[in-house]
């Protein structure tokens, strides 16, 4: 009995010890292996080693093109790289999204998305579309809002909304809006507002949304919905009278118009602003989504940078990149809900 229980000691000393010996073996492989993946992280070349391109999907010279080269130029001081403003246009912006879609995920072609090219064109173009924005870009940032103004001719004789409500329902189909083409954004805030007002507007499409500016000056419309800039000078000289604004708050510019969303029409409001941000192909490392976020977010405190964005009317947004998934989701949420609404009258096939 005594030999029995000193073998069994010595037997499960053993085995305790070779456990020890294999916990400590197991161990030390993975801090080796922590150190190699360490060092091998450390090796990795910092991003950007390069100039990083952005992709405009439109012509130079337009409000989004000049909100890009001035984010894109602040960009720089944070990568240590310069940001190229790349423009791509045509088919609505399409060209430019398809391209940064099918582009490589490294982080050195990024893009400018807006409201159009990131929600308003699959829904509206269904047929021309060939990506979904959805599945095909990962959100960078949240850049910016442009506000828009809804004014009208003065020979009108309007106000306010609720004057132009009054006339309108007394006059059903005799005045006029203009959009940039039928199933344009226009379009649909032109629709937003028949249905939110519960007011009857004729709307007339235009080949692009100078002829509708024209339209409205000369009086052949006397309904305008216009980015803020572009309407400014008109409203600064009385050829249009404002009477609402899309807006997150009042503008500084006119502070006695009412936003939609006072007035109680959110949706319509929401609808109605301009906003756009940065995406990059699905599958870019998040590393670099979050390298790129903190360039955006340190480009729109810069006071240079805020100051160029007032002066050209435009609202900065920023935050994380999750801020642009969800504006992406909810605007869509509202095109759907319109365009099932309005059916035919909208959808562009």
């Known amino acids: 009995m005594k ?27 993975a801090l080796m292996g922590a150190a190699v993946s360490g060092a091998a992280q450390a090796n990795e070349p910092r991003y950007p080693q390069r100039p990083v391109r952005l992709v405009v999907p439109f012509t130079p010279g337009g409000s989004t093109d000049i909100v890009a080269r001035v984010i ?6 944070s990568l ?8 791509r246009s045509g088919a609505s912006g399409l060209i430019g999204a398809e391209y940064v879609a099918h582009a490589a995920p490294d982080g050195y072609t990024i893009g400018l998305g807006t409201i159009s090219t990131l929600v308003v064109n699959p829904v509206m173009l269904p047929q021309s579309t060939r990506i979904d924005p959805a599945k ?12 828009s103004v809804f004014s009208v001719n003065p020979a009108l004789g309007v106000r306010s909304t609720a004057q132009l409500v009054a ?8 005045l006029n809006i203009g959009s940039a083409g039928v199933g344009s954004i226009g ?25 509708v500016v024209s339209s409205a000056l000369s009086g052949e419309t006397q309904v305008l919905s216009d ?12 050829r249009l009278i404002p009477f609402a604004v899309a807006a997150q708050q009042r503008l500084p510019a006119l502070p006695q118009v009412p936003t939609f969303k006072e007035l109680g029409h959110p949706t319509l409001n929401n609808l109605a602003i301009t906003w756009f941000g ?43 990149a999750q801020r642009l998934r969800e504006m992406m989701d909810e605007t869509a949420q509202t095109v759907r809900e319109t365009v099932q609404e309005h059916g035919g009258q909208l959808t562009v096939r």
């Open 3 to 29: 030999f029995q229980s000193a073998a069994l000691t010595r037997l499960a000393s053993s085995l305790t010890a070779s456990r020890g010996r294999r916990a400590c073996a197991l161990a030390l492989l």
């Open 72 to 77: 894109a130029e602040a960009m720089h001081s």
């Open 80 to 87: 240590g790289q310069p940001v190229v403003v790349d423009n």
């Open 136 to 147: 095909a870009f990962v959100p960078v940032v949240a850049l910016a809002s442009i506000p």
């Open 167 to 174: 006339l309108a329902r007394s006059k059903p189909d005799q």
């Open 187 to 211: 379009h649909l805030i032109a629709e937003r507002i028949n249905a939110d007002l519960k007011i009857k507007l004729h709307h007339i499409p235009y080949k692009g949304q100078g002829p």
């Open 227 to 238: 980015q803020y800039p572009s309407s400014a000078p008109h409203v600064a000289s009385g």
């Open 278 to 320: 940065i995406v990059a192909p699905a599958g870019t490392p998040a590393v670099v989504i979050q390298t790129l976020n903190s360039a955006a977010n340190a480009a729109l405190q810069d006071p240079a940078v805020l100051d160029r964005l007032q002066s050209l009317g435009v609202q900065p947004l920023g935050g994380p």
